[in-house]
């Protein structure tokens, strides 16, 4: 069996009792290495993820019978991968489970008070956003990685001159989590700044 298993936004207070439950059982656990030192008491065979997706694929075919779990940064359906497992193992569903975690989103929404029922949910991992149709919403949320993260988000954002308000978490739920409000331009003026692991709320400033 294959379990893919959200961990959420990096704090054991915020995974949930089925994922920790699935890990102690696992005879094999699966993740990048930040993931993996989330448990260093875990005594099973390890394999750390890298870019080869195809070869960790035929890797879970050889495996699939045995206890795997792969742990997946916030909830694994959401532009993780839970959805290339869930693709490749089609035809055989009954080897596959996968465990929903907490998304950063869903945390950094919770820490500032701010409903989901209207916003717009992406992300820029590996991939660029349409801005032009993005920027329509008036409410997004984007998960960032190092080569589109909040200055990049700002400059987007005044290029079609827009005002609005930015809110940037940065390392949710560690020790040394911070959280702040912006105006793009503000994030703009400060292109210096190195921002560590965010998530970045999009308001309308109106």
């Not at 994922?19 to 875990?42: M, S, T, W, Y």
Request: net charge negative.
């Amino acid at each position: 069996m294959i379990t893919v298993v959200g961990i959420g936004p990096g704090a054991i207070a915020n995974q949930t009792l089925a994922a920790l439950a699935a890990i102690k059982q696992a005879e094999i656990l699966v993740g990048g290495a930040r993931h993996l030192a989330e448990f260093p008491h875990f005594r099973g065979e390890t394999r750390r993820l890298n870019a080869d997706m195809d070869g960790l694929m035929q890797w879970l075919e050889q495996r699939q019978y045995q206890q795997v779990v792969v742990l997946a940064s916030g909830d694994p359906l959401f532009y993780g991968i839970g959805k290339r497992i869930a693709e490749h193992f089609v035809g055989e569903p009954q080897n596959i489970r996968i465990i929903s975690g907490i998304s950063a989103i869903q945390y950094l929404c919770a820490r500032i008070l701010l409903d989901m029922n209207d916003i717009y949910l992406t992300s820029s991992h590996g991939r660029k956003p349409d801005f032009d149709w993005l920027l329509r919403h008036e409410k997004i949320a984007m998960v960032t990685d190092e080569v589109i993260g909040p200055r990049q988000i700002a400059e987007e954002i005044l290029a079609r001159g827009q005002h609005r308000r930015m809110v940037i978490g940065e390392n949710l739920s560690q020790e040394n989590e911070r959280i702040v409000c912006l105006s793009a331009q503000q994030v703009a003026e400060c292109g210096d700044i190195n921002y560590g692991l965010n998530v970045v709320v999009i308001l309308n400033e109106r």
